[in-house]
């Protein structure tokens, strides 16, 4: 600089200053908008050989957009697990009944997609007993046994229908109960309809939804089949104007139009049965629907009509539970199987496995006759 004027040297030393103070204010802003990269970096250069910084800026980086996608994962899993407890909480809000399915067994899958699953039961029969008292001595009347109590004759035994029986039905399930003669299948329906209260034990079913159907309940055999009709649907729970809108139809389905005004005491047996069954199922299927022995009436042709009538309801939606000593009747159209035995359940599954054991205890008894 020795060809310069003083004030041209202090000029050239003012740029340099000036370039130097551009330069730190510019490194300045880098570091206050990404701090941790420049550390980061300053941290690397310091440890790491000139040639291999590049090389390890873009490790840390891919590292780092690992991480993001860790964070994300987890948000996204725990996101999932929120919503499933939060559509069981709704659920079970919704219907005491319900049973919400194991998370930890949705959190096994979780890199698969998240299913909101609920399983609803309908019917929670819980340890339930029914002990009914039956009188040692049969009194012909009331006067009799008034009698046989102030002479301290009369005495009673404790049956036991049901001995601690459980299961649980859920929605959409058409199941059957099969067993001998008084092992307490007929008891266990009316104990879900709430036409009996059980000894010990419980019954979890919103009893609005069920619909018991069984023959001949509330039939006076003095009245016609026209006053027995409005008798026994206002057991069942119709209004008198439901069944003026129906009437034509019970009698028609049931092939009593010649027969209308006739006293019940004069009709056989088959067709009081064809009139009870077309009272019962005149209605719209209920969402439970429970059916007493009710397949097994009339002639073949009726059967195979009623049948049909069933098969209506339950392809209807209706959660349905049914009687039947027919083990025919219980493969060919339920999902599940019951069988109770003097009281006691011994077996609940597939219709095919639980009627196979049932009829081979049939074809023992009569081996053992």
């Known amino acids: 600089m020795g060809g310069l004027t003083l004030i041209g040297q202090l000029l050239i030393i003012l740029a340099v200053l000036l370039v130097l103070d551009i330069g730190i204010v510019l490194i300045a802003i880098g570091m206050a908008k ?41 948000e996204t899993i725990q996101e999932s697990i929120d919503t499933i407890q939060e559509v069981s909480e709704e659920a079970f809000d919704e219907q005491e009944t319900n049973e919400i399915i194991d998370i930890d067994k949705l959190l096994e899958e979780i890199e698969h997609p998240v299913e909101k699953i609920v399983k609803q039961t309908v019917i929670r029969v819980q340890n339930v007993t029914m002990e009914f008292n ?33 299961f649980d039905i859920q929605k ?6 099969i067993g001998t003669n008084g092992s ?3 008891t266990i329906l009316k104990i879900i309809s709430g036409a ?10 919103d009893k609005r939804k069920v619909q018991l159907l069984t023959l001949g309940t509330g039939f006076d055999m003095e009245l016609t089949a026209r006053e027995n009709i409005y008798l026994n649907g206002a057991i069942i729970g119709y209004s008198r104007e439901y069944i003026d809108k129906h009437f034509d139809e019970i009698i028609q389905f049931a092939e009593l139009e010649e027969f209308v005004d006739e006293k019940l005491k004069n009709y056989s047996s088959g067709m009081v049965s064809r009139l009870g069954f077309a009272i019962a199922t005149s209605g719209d299927a209920a969402e ?40 025919d009747t219980i493969r060919k159209n339920c999902t599940r199987a019951i069988w109770i035995e003097k009281g006691k359940l ?21 081996k053992d006759l």
């Open 184 to 186: 307490g299948k007929s």
């Open 34 to 74: 990404h701090p941790s990269d420049n550390i980061l970096i300053k941290n690397v250069r310091s440890k790491v050989p000139k040639q291999n910084v590049e090389e390890v800026i873009e490790e840390t980086e891919e590292a780092t957009k690992e991480e993001i996608k860790e964070e994300i994962k987890e």
């Open 196 to 205: 009996l209260m059980p000894t010990s034990g419980r019954v979890k079913v």
């Open 346 to 366: 011994l077996a609940d599954g597939e219709p095919k496995d639980v009627c196979k054991m049932y009829a081979d205890m049939q074809k023992k008894r009569k």
């Open 134 to 166: 039956v009188a040692t001595v049969q009194a012909s009347g009331l006067k009799e046994l008034l009698i046989l109590k102030l002479k301290k004759q009369a005495s009673f035994r404790k049956f036991k229908a049901l001995d601690q029986v459980s």
């Open 288 to 327: 439970i629907l429970i059916l007493d022995e009710v397949l097994s009436v009339g002639d073949i042709y009726f059967k195979e009509k009623s049948m049909k009538r069933i098969q209506e309801m339950i392809h209807g939606g209706s959660t349905v539970i049914m009687v039947s000593h027919s083990v």
């Open 172 to 177: 959409g399930e058409v199941v059957g109960i």
